[in-house]
């Protein structure tokens, strides 16, 4: 599309540790995050994203800035869209026209991950099915 920023996801080493020093990700170029949701309260705090892939996975790493984190939630499938949190959008397999998996997580990676073509009308996913 043009005029919508390039961001090439760069291939890591390995699968195993995961990548988790912050040294391996500061080496990843970071996107700042400028599209916030459809709320329109004047609330924008400062997100980057880093992204990288292996041959199995692909692994995101957000870096979120605010004066005030709210973090209530603590296990899988749990509300978090109602504590600080952040989304990942991604759809693994267009040809199959089963929508986009939507990952939300808050600050303590508490997730809920759901699939399907829009916001209202995803499924979530079992933690059987992510492991």
């Given at each position: 599309?043009?005029?919508?920023?390039?961001?090439?996801?760069?291939?890591?080493?390995?699968?195993?540790?995961?990548?988790?020093?912050?040294?391996?990700?500061?080496?990843i170029?970071?996107?700042?995050?400028?599209?916030?949701?459809?709320?329109?309260?004047?609330?924008?705090?400062?997100?980057?994203?880093?992204?990288?892939?292996?041959?199995?996975?692909?692994?995101?790493?957000?870096?979120?800035?605010?004066?005030?984190?709210?973090?209530?939630?603590?296990?899988?499938?749990?509300?978090?869209?109602k504590?600080?949190?952040?989304?990942?959008?991604?759809?693994?397999?267009?040809?199959?026209?089963?929508?986009?998996?939507?990952?939300?997580?808050?600050?303590?990676?508490?997730?809920?991950?759901?699939?399907?073509?829009?916001?209202?009308r995803?499924?979530?996913?079992?933690?059987?099915?992510?492991?």
């Amino acid at each position: 599309m043009e005029g919508l920023p390039e961001y090439r996801v760069i291939r890591a080493e390995s699968d195993f540790p995961v990548p988790g020093e912050p040294s391996f990700w500061r080496a990843i170029p970071a996107l700042k995050v400028s599209h916030y949701l459809w709320l329109d309260n004047g609330y924008r705090p400062y997100v980057e994203v880093r992204l990288c892939h292996s041959q199995q996975n692909l692994y995101v790493h957000y870096d979120v800035f605010e004066a005030k984190i709210r973090v209530r939630y603590t296990r899988f499938q749990d509300p978090v869209y109602k504590d600080s949190c952040v989304e990942f959008f991604v759809d693994p397999f267009p040809e199959k026209k089963v929508g986009y998996i939507n990952f939300e997580t808050n600050a303590l990676g508490t997730l809920l991950v759901a699939i399907g073509p829009s916001r209202n009308r995803r499924t979530p996913i079992p933690q059987a099915h992510l492991e």
